[in-house]
Every structure is written in structure tokens, then in C-alpha cells.
């Protein structure tokens, strides 16, 4: 089954090419396209972003996504960039195609052209075909090392983005985890002496375990030390501990590992009639726009996907024109708190 965004952009792109969408015309907002299509600004921007790269459209702030050609390029000097990314659950993704696009339109000689880390897996010998360059997203080491290694063999240009692969030789762009710890951690603890980081899993991602590494250090700087200093949700009653512990005043302050598990958690202390603003401070990671919307808001660590994107881009290029150039093992990108009405 196809993405849902790329649904969007081919129903679009044959409407566009059928000139019901003359040149000069506007196109409906990504706004007006997620309520026709029932889904996120976030596809439907992937899918505009998509017709923007073919050259059929520019997407001007103000002025919405002009119609600027009905036809299809077949320049074949172009060649592709491919960004590899999950696109399950979009929402839970940073919009990293921004800073991405932002690069490869001052080059002409590039195309952006986005793929699952799935499709790619299955079938990534296929999908080589005219690429100068891959930026991928580690979903899970363990299921894309394989494909890594294969590209890395085949001196085919990579930047990671998000998650680096320990001692791997493939470039890293990512978020300042170790920083966002100490960050999250310090929001929670105000008024606070019992917190508690919650992974959903066993530490198994390194950028958890900086995020952890974060909230250890701000608790020996502070001279405190809690009895329960992690739990990992295994199973569901995981959620049920969490809440017998806020219950018995065992835990007063989570960092949660993500904004997806802070906002089950606080969903799950809500059917426990547990009054959050008053028994418990929770900060998750990565400022997904659920975040905003949950109840209480949630207090979270933004990550600059933008300039990921972009930086990351940058690196690629570079590596594309010098395969020699040389480039930092990981070059972390600063983040910031933003705080709402889960922490004191």
C-alpha cells in the first residue's frame, strides 16, 4: 500500500499534467487538502514538496503552490538524491524535508526523491539506479545495518540522520541528545526529588541512552539520588506500575524517552484518575505537534529537524562533488525546551 502522501501528490501531479490545474493557478492548501483527505499538514506538505521538486509547481509563503509548468522534465543529466525515511505514523517524524529541499534547490543538477526504509530494504539494488547520494534515517539498526553496509561497499555517498551507528563509518547528523537530557531533566525536577526516566525499551538506541546519560548527570550535579531511577515498558502493565508508584509518591518527575510515551503515559495516569498537574511534572522529546494538543500540553525538547535536514544535505553534497571531503564522525545540532503545562 502506498503512502498516503504519495497518493496526494499523484492524484495532484495528473490533475496538474491534465491542466485542470492551468499554469498560473493556485493549488488548495496543505490546510484544505488534510481535511479532503483526512490526514496530517505534514503529508500533505510532503506531497506539494514532491510536485515542487518535479518543477511543476513553487510554493511561495503568502502566496500558496502556483502552477508553473504541465509537463515533466526528462532532463537525464539530474540526478537523485534519495531521502530514506519511515512514513508510518507521520506525525511522529520532524520535518527534516524542509532543510533538505532548501539545499538541493540551489542545485539544479539534483533531484530529491523520498522512499520507506522498507521499500528501500526490499529492494534497494533496484533503487540505485541514478542516485548520486542517500540520506537515511536509522529506523532500527538492527534491520538496516545490512543495507548500510551494502551502500558502504558500493562507495555509494550516505549521511544518517538522527541516529549514528557506533563505530560505523558513515557520517551522523542528529539532535544534541546528551544536552536535551539535561535539559528535560532539569524542567522536572522543580519542586521535584523522585524522577524517573521512561524508555520503551531497554536502552537500545543511542540516542536514548545520551538522553538518559543526560538525566543521570543532572541528578548527581543535584545530589540526587532516586530509587527508581528507569523503567522500560515491555508490556502494558508497565503503564500500570508507573501509575501505582505517582500513586505512592515514589515518582514525582518523568523524562520520558519520547513525546509518544509521555503522552501514553499522561493518557494512562487520566484513566487512573491521577491528577497530573498536581501528582507528577512528565517532559517528553522531539515537540511533535500532538504534544501541543495533549492535556495537560506537554512540556518537550524541540529538535531543529529544519537544520538537521539541511546540514545533513550540506555534508552529502560535499561528499558527492570529494569523495574525499572530510567530515566529523557526528555533528550534533542544538536543541531547545519548550515549556507547557506538564512541568511546574
Excluded: W
Aim: charged share 20%; hydrophobic share 40%.
Amino acid at each position: 500500500m502506498q503512502p498516503k502522501y504519495k497518493l496526494i501528490y499523484q492524484s495532484l501531479k495528473k490533475d496538474i499534467l491534465s491542466q485542470k490545474y492551468p499554469i498560473g493557478s493556485t493549488l488548495p492548501s496543505e490546510i484544505s487538502l488534510a481535511e479532503k483527505y483526512q490526514v496530517s499538514r505534514i503529508t500533505t506538505k510532503r506531497a506539494l514538496n514532491e510536485l515542487e521538486q518535479d518543477k511543476l509547481v513553487a510554493r511561495k509563503q503568502g502566496k500558496g503552490t502556483i502552477v508553473i509548468q504541465n509537463s515533466i522534465s526528462q532532463d537525464i543529466h539530474v540526478q537523485e538524491i534519495l531521502l530514506v525515511i519511515p512514513f508510518a505514523n507521520n506525525y511522529e517524524f520532524g520535518d527534516y524535508m524542509s532543510g533538505v529541499l532548501k539545499e538541493i534547490n540551489n542545485t539544479p543538477e539534483y533531484h530529491l526523491k523520498t522512499i520507506s526504509n522498507q521499500e528501500f530494504k526490499k529492494d534497494y539494488v533496484n533503487s540505485l539506479t541514478n542516485v548520486a547520494g542517500i540520506l537515511y534515517y536509522v529506523n532500527q539498526v538492527s534491520e538496516n545495518i545490512n543495507v548500510l553496509s551494502s551502500l558502504y561497499l558500493r562507495n555509494i555517498p550516505v549521511v544518517l540522520l538522527d541516529k549514528k551507528i557506533l563505530n560505523f563509518p558513515l557520517p551522523c547528523v542528529m539532535p544534541d541528545n546528551l544536552a536535551g537530557g539535561k535539559l528535560a531533566t532539569t524542567a522536572v525536577l522543580k519542586g521535584n526529588l523522585h524522577p524517573c526516566f521512561v524508555a520503551d525499551s531497554a536502552l537500545s538506541e543511542i540516542s536514548v541512552r545520551s538522553r538518559y546519560l543526560g538525566f543521570l548527570t543532572t541528578l548527581k550535579e543535584q545530589n540526587i539520588a532516586t530509587d527508581i531511577p528507569l523503567i522500560t515498558l515491555n508490556k502494558k502493565s508497565d503503564l500500570k506500575t508507573i501509575a501505582n508508584y505517582v500513586s505512592n509518591k515514589k515518582i514525582d518527575a518523568i523524562v520520558a524517552e519520547n513525546d509518544v510515551t509521555a503522552i501514553n503515559i499522561i493518557n494512562y495516569l487520566h484513566e487512573q484518575d491521577i491528577d497530573i498537574s498536581k501528582d507528577v511534572s512528565i517532559v517528553g522529546f522531539d515537540n511533535i505537534q500532538a504534544a501541543s494538543l495533549s492535556y495537560p500540553s506537554l512540556t518537550t525538547i524541540n529538535q531543529d529537524f529544519n537544520l538537521i535536514g539541511a546540514k545533513a544535505t550540506a555534508i552529502l553534497l560535499n561528499k558527492i562533488q570529494d569523495p574525499n571531503f572530510d567530515v566529523p564522525d557526528t555533528i550534533t545540532i542544538p536543541v531547545k525546551l519548550i515549556r507547557r503545562q506538564s512541568t511546574k
